[in-house]
């Protein structure tokens, strides 16, 4: 068997050299989420699993600027992580029920879990009525209350720890 060398006989213009003078994919800057993009998200998870289970006839009230303090805050507790934000997964829960739990970055390994844990909001006027007469409006009406915990917990330990 003879072996024949390979010989640019097209003339292209080829070198040897860098063809794409653009980032590679391991040097492209990833985008990282914002607070108004995570807001937003956190916004069409609460709908999509609010709509998919036992509260899809209910009304959920939700204050404000409670989704972007929230998403303010997991940016902030993501900072020291490896994969930063885009390696969180989210998980959102009412009263102690897991409402709705997302991956950020779904291509992205993730490293952390962030708990964002609402309560019923036990100071406003429907909480004065006796249960019967909430049983008669509307299906019923649930108010979420400005105030939350958030919390990490990390899914790996480096060597310096």
């Known amino acids: 068997m003879e072996i024949l060398p390979v010989t640019n006989q097209f003339n292209v ?3 040897s050299e860098k063809a794409w003078n653009g980032p590679t994919w391991r040097e492209a800057p990833m985008p990282v989420p914002t607070e108004a993009a995570l807001a937003q998200r956190l916004e069409r998870e609460l709908r999509a699993a609010k709509g998919a289970s036992e509260l899809a006839t209910a009304e959920v009230l939700v204050p404000a600027e409670l989704l972007s303090r929230a998403s303010r805050q997991t940016l902030a507790l993501a900072e020291g992580e490896p994969c930063g934000s885009r390696g969180a997964a989210v998980i959102v829960d009412v009263a102690g029920r897991r409402l709705a739990a997302f991956k950020i970055d779904p291509n992205t390994l993730t490293t952390h879990e962030i708990h964002l844990h609402l309560e019923h909001d036990a100071t406003n006027w429907t909480s004065l009525l006796p249960q019967f007469l ?9 108010i979420i209350s400005p105030q939350f915990t958030i919390e990490k917990k990390k ?4 060597q310096a720890e």
């Open 13 to 15: 213009g080829f070198s």
């Open 134 to 142: 909430k049983n008669l409006t509307r299906g019923g009406t649930i």
């Open 155 to 158: 899914l790996f330990r480096s």
